[in-house]
């Protein structure tokens, strides 16, 4: 069964205190592994696609690596406003009935203390 | 560019009432479209999806429903609301099934 695990659930850093998250999981041929940021009552916003074992992407102090079994997000100097609920998901390589859905990890909460 | 609108933000309804939550896309044409709850702990469930006008897929039985009566338009409904569907529903849309999910912000829906 395609599953998607992230972990820490929660991580607190002090301001500057750089960090990563991690996102393991199996599929059935990776079709790409996507990031998102959730600020709260807010809906995802879309960070990085990664479709294959040795990929990096960046974006400002974020920087998201790609494995074979898991999927890192570096937070290099975080600021407060980097807080916010990082989610993890991965599209499998069939698509048979599903059209190729992404499959979502439950998430890591952020909080960032100045 | 493309934007995606999802009203109301918030919902407080009566056991027993009716439910619909409507989204739109612009800036771009046949978009696949999808309809997700968030529970807390639990993650992102995906409800429905849509890859063209009349075209619905459902993910799980419940006591909801969606429609496409428009290319950029998505519609979940409910002819009775039941306390379980209380949850932060979620619309969002791709430009296929190779290209990232992109969401809007929400509904917070509590049946009381």
């Known amino acids: 069964e395609d599953q998607v695990t992230q972990s820490p659930e929660a991580l607190r850093l002090q301001e500057g205190e750089s960090s990563s998250l991690n996102c393991s999981y199996t599929?059935?041929?990776?079709?790409?592994l996507f990031w998102y940021r959730q600020d709260p009552g807010k809906g995802p916003e879309f960070l990085f696609t990664?479709?294959?074992a040795g990929e990096e992407k960046e974006k400002e102090r974020l920087k998201a690596t790609l494995t074979k079994k898991e999927s890192f997000l570096h937070i290099t100097a975080p600021k407060p406003e980097d807080s916010a609920t990082y989610l993890c998901?991965?599209?499998?390589?069939?698509?048979?009935?599903?059209?190729?859905?992404?499959?979502f990890g439950k998430g890591t909460k952020l909080s960032v203390k100045p | 560019s493309q934007t995606i609108h999802q009203w109301p933000a918030t919902l407080v309804q009566p056991v027993g009432s009716p439910l619909s939550l409507e989204c739109t896309v612009e800036g771009t044409s046949n978009p696949n479209l999808y309809w997700y709850r968030q529970a807390a702990g639990r993650g992102l469930q995906l409800l429905f999806y849509s890859v063209g006008i009349g075209q619905i897929s459902s993910e799980v039985p419940q006591n909801l429903s969606a429609s496409r009566p428009q290319d950029r338009q998505f519609i979940l409904s409910s002819k009775k609301l039941l306390l379980s569907d209380s949850g932060f529903y979620l619309c969002?849309?791709?430009?296929?099934?190779?290209?990232?999910?992109?969401f809007g912000n929400g509904t917070r829906l509590t049946v009381t």
């Open positions: 990664l479709y294959s």
């Open positions: 599929v059935s041929g990776l079709r790409g």
């Open positions: 998901a991965v599209q499998a390589g069939y698509y048979g009935g599903s059209q190729g859905n992404l499959i």
């Open positions: 969002a849309w791709r430009r296929d099934r190779n290209s990232p999910l992109h």
